[in-house]
């Protein structure tokens, strides 16, 4: 068993991350600023597992604290949640952007190499293939050029980590595509808890079912899509969760330094609308919506050519829309103001 040092732990997708880490028997090291999270997610993982962590509050652009955390802990890979991931603002704000998601890896990986840690899982997106490609995206497409700051920030770290990869034979680095992460550990004590006003969907409905948010509003039902809404491919994350330790396990594999990306996602795109209707049809909730004008820079549909990473990392998703319907709202319900 290995020893696993996971920035942005504490957040939603690195919790159930740190989750399935510790279940699998490995000990982990989360490094989290908690800018967009709180310790309890920390503390609860901890007692659904039955094993603690360590946990050190440092930004990680905070290159002598991060330092001091690799010559304490003995780290065998990173982790890498660690960043701003809200697209809408991004926009306004590209310099945040820019200095938490670029900078922050450069100073990371500064850190890592000066600590002989070379095993690098990195949190990367499917915006990274930007509006030419088609769906589904395939790992062989090109890189795309992604409009928002956000999206930029992604398809900048993974070109960085390329260099990194081709100029330093140690580095083993996989770069993972999330495509659209939804649900909750199916014990329903952590799950997604955004500060405001939900960005994503399936928040927004959850809150909306707990009476927290009037109604939804869907932008556009005017697409040339089943049902004009737009289309996605959304992955239970659980199973996103699970990706991570197969990434790690494929790592620890690999002969030779390599930098190798990987799309999670299930390859089964969803509507907005099949979401509403899943949501309402197996939490029991009804959920009050409208058509808005479309939000500039949705793309109609896009969804995952999922098989690299079925056959090379051995990664099966498992869960159905049922238990991404069913875990979101037991763990909203249980819930209500989050954490
Ligand atoms: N959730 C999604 O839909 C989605 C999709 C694709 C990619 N991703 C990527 O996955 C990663 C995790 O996403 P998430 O949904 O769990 O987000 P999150 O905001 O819940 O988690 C990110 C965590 O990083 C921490 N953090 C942010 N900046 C930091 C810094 N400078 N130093 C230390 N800690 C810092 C935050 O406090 C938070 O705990 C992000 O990199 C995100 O861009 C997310």
Redesign the pocket.
């Known amino acids: 068993m290995a020893k696993i040092l996971v ?2 732990g ?5 919790s159930h991350t740190v989750l399935a880490l510790l279940n699998k028997g490995h000990q982990v090291v989360v ?7 709180s310790y309890e997610s920390l503390v609860r993982v901890q007692k659904l597992a039955n094993k603690s962590l360590t946990f050190a509050e ?4 905070d290159k002598a604290a991060l330092s001091q955390v690799f010559a304490q802990e003995s780290v065998d890979a990173v982790i890498h ?5 809200a697209v809408g603002e991004s926009v306004q704000k590209p310099l945040a952007y820019y200095q ?1 998601n670029v900078e ?1 890896t450069l100073t990371l990986v500064e850190v890592m190499k000066q600590h002989q840690c070379y095993h690098l899982v990195f ?1 990367s ?1 499917a915006t990274v293939y930007g509006e030419a490609n088609q769906p589904p995206y395939i790992e062989t497409q090109p890189l795309g050029n992604p409009t928002s700051p956000y999206g930029k920030t992604k398809a900048m770290v993974e070109q960085i980590l390329m260099d990194v990869a081709a100029s330093d034979q140690r580095f083993k680095i996989t770069n993972l595509r ?1 495509f ?2 939804i649900g909750a550990d199916i014990s329903g004590d952590i799950g997604e808890d955004p500060n405001g006003i939900p960005n ?1 969907l399936m928040p927004f409905v959850a809150q909306v079912a707990v009476g927290k948010r009037e109604k939804l509003a869907i932008f556009g039902d005017d697409y040339p899509t089943k049902d004009g809404t737009c289309l996605r491919d959304y992955i239970h994350v659980s199973d996103l969760a699970q990706g991570h330790v197969d990434a790690l396990n494929w790592l620890f594999n690999q002969q030779e330094g390599c930098c190798e990306a990987f799309n999670l996602g299930t390859g089964d795109p969803l509507s907005v609308l099949d979401i509403v209707r899943g949501f309402e049809q197996y939490s029991e909730q009804k959920i009050a919506f409208e058509i808005a004008p479309r939000r500039s820079g949705d793309l109609p549909a896009f969804w995952a050519d999922s098989d690299k990473a079925r056959s090379q990392l051995q990664w099966t998703p498992v869960k159905t829309l049922q238990d991404m319907m069913v875990d979101t709202w037991r763990w909203q319900s249980k819930n209500p103001n989050g954490y």
């Open positions: 920035t942005g504490a957040g939603y997708i690195g490094v989290d600023n908690l800018f967009n999270a440092v930004d990680i652009r949640f660690a960043g701003l991931k938490n922050g949190s997106s999330y659209n992460p994503n």
